[in-house]
């Protein structure tokens, strides 16, 4: 399965993936990076991986919409069946989602659907939270809000910080980012008509 994989910025969980995709038994093939921001360090993992790497900076277009037309323009130049959000920090337009949907995964830094939201690693140290983690979710027009594929539980510490939080949900991102993503390339899993996951039985 051809897959695209969009970042804006470091790019470890994109790392993660295409270490996954490396392996034998994988039914992914990464052959696209899409980064909105020139020069970001997912780039250069990109590049050393020997992926085809694109940037469409947002900033350059006059309009979400643009800019949205323009992504799926690449994607479709790169007959990719797949999209991969990985820490890709544009919301996607209603259409644009529409017409992926069932074939655009995101990452979220928490147990959705707590927390949704920007800074969801504080939300929860403020709600004294005492286990958080991540979710692998397919993308809906309701931001944070589609079916939910794969998650990965971390334990709060009394003492943690925004940043201690972050980077203990990031190790876990990069556990559940690859099985996500494997379910659904290997056809495992889809989204069903219904919204809800679907999994494809003695797959
Ligand atoms: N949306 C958030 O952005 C971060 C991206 O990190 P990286 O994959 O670019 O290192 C991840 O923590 C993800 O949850």
């Given at each position: 399965?051809?897959?695209?994989?969009?970042?804006?910025?470091?790019?470890?969980?994109?790392?993660?993936?295409?270490?996954?995709?490396?392996?034998?038994?994988?039914?992914?093939?990464?052959?696209?990076?899409?980064s909105n921001r020139p020069g970001v360090?997912?780039l250069?993992?990109?590049?050393?991986?020997?992926?085809?790497?694109?940037v469409?900076d947002?900033k350059?277009?006059?309009?979400?919409?643009?800019?949205?037309?323009?992504?799926?323009?690449?994607?479709?130049?790169?007959?990719?069946?797949?999209?991969?959000?990985?820490?890709?920090?544009?919301?996607?337009?209603?259409?644009?989602?529409?017409?992926?949907?069932?074939?655009?995964?995101?990452?979220?830094?928490?147990?959705?659907?707590?927390?949704?939201?920007?800074?969801?690693?504080?939300?929860?140290?403020?709600?004294?939270?005492?286990?958080?983690?991540?979710?692998?979710?397919?993308?809906?027009?309701?931001?944070?809000?589609?079916?939910?594929?794969?998650?990965?539980?971390?334990?709060?510490?009394?003492?943690?910080?925004?940043?201690?939080?972050?980077?203990?949900?990031?190790?876990?991102?990069?556990?559940?980012?690859?099985?996500?993503?494997?379910?659904?390339?290997?056809?495992?899993?889809?989204?069903?008509?219904?919204?809800?996951?679907?999994?494809?039985?003695?797959?």
């Amino acid at each position: 399965t051809r897959v695209a994989v969009l970042i804006s910025g470091t790019g470890t969980n994109l790392q993660a993936l295409i270490e996954q995709a490396k392996r034998p038994s994988s039914s992914a093939e990464i052959v696209l990076v899409i980064s909105n921001r020139p020069g970001v360090l997912g780039l250069k993992r990109a590049s050393l991986a020997g992926i085809q790497t694109r940037v469409v900076d947002h900033k350059l277009y006059g309009s979400r919409a643009e800019f949205d037309t323009t992504i799926d323009r690449v994607l479709e130049e790169f007959q990719v069946e797949v999209v991969c959000l990985a820490g890709f920090m544009r919301i996607l337009t209603g259409p644009f989602v529409k017409k992926w949907s069932g074939k655009l995964l995101n990452i979220h830094p928490s147990l959705l659907p707590s927390f949704k939201g920007v800074n969801a690693q504080k939300q929860a140290l403020q709600a004294g939270a005492r286990v958080s983690g991540c979710t692998v979710h397919f993308v809906a027009e309701e931001v944070d809000a589609g079916a939910i594929i794969a998650q990965e539980a971390v334990v709060v510490e009394v003492d943690d910080t925004e940043e201690s939080l972050s980077e203990r949900i990031r190790h876990a991102e990069h556990k559940a980012f690859p099985v996500a993503m494997e379910l659904v390339a290997s056809g495992a899993v889809r989204l069903g008509e219904d919204g809800r996951i679907a999994w494809q039985h003695g797959a």
